[in-house]
């Protein structure tokens, strides 16, 4: 765990944040310990924004990954750390490749200072593939 959390605070210092001054790294575990990490992208017209739990999973999805433990999500502004909620849209992603009931969103402001929280806590009624 406390390894996950320095990769995603490690992931944090290459954010590009200047809108939000808001600095986010995420660390997406795979099944078999492979790890992503992400950070947010900001961008002037704000849209094509991208959140690190995002950029980790696409990086992941994109050379093949499918199956995943747990993410660890750091952030805040500059020099200081909150736990990070996920927003919607990131954790409708997850709910894509996810179980609900299994897999672990880490929110965390250190190594020692952590929350663990089930996807399905955070988005309850979500749509999947089992929804089609």
């Known amino acids: 765990m406390k390894n996950l959390i320095l990769q995603a605070i490690k992931a944090r210092e290459n954010a590009y944040a200047p809108y939000s001054g808001f600095y986010v790294g995420a660390a997406l575990e795979c099944e078999d310990g492979t790890v992503y990490t992400g950070c947010n992208i900001e961008n002037a ?3 094509p924004t ?3 739990e995002r950029t980790a999973f696409f990086k992941a999805v994109s050379e093949g990954r499918r199956k995943f433990r747990r993410i660890a999500i ?3 502004k500059q020099g200081e750390m909150t736990a990070p909620v996920p927003c919607g ?3 409708q ?3 894509e ?3 609900s009931d299994y897999f672990e969103i880490i929110l965390a402001k250190s190594p020692e200072e952590y929350e663990i929280k089930k996807l399905g806590e955070l988005l309850p009624s979500s749509f ?3 929804d089609q």
Do not use: D, I
């Open 128 to 130: 999947s593939l089992k």
């Open 74 to 76: 750091v952030g805040g």
């Open 97 to 99: 490749f996810c179980e």
């Open 89 to 91: 849209v990131c954790l």
């Open 45 to 47: 017209s704000y849209t």
């Open 93 to 95: 992603v997850m709910a």
């Open 50 to 52: 991208n959140c690190a």
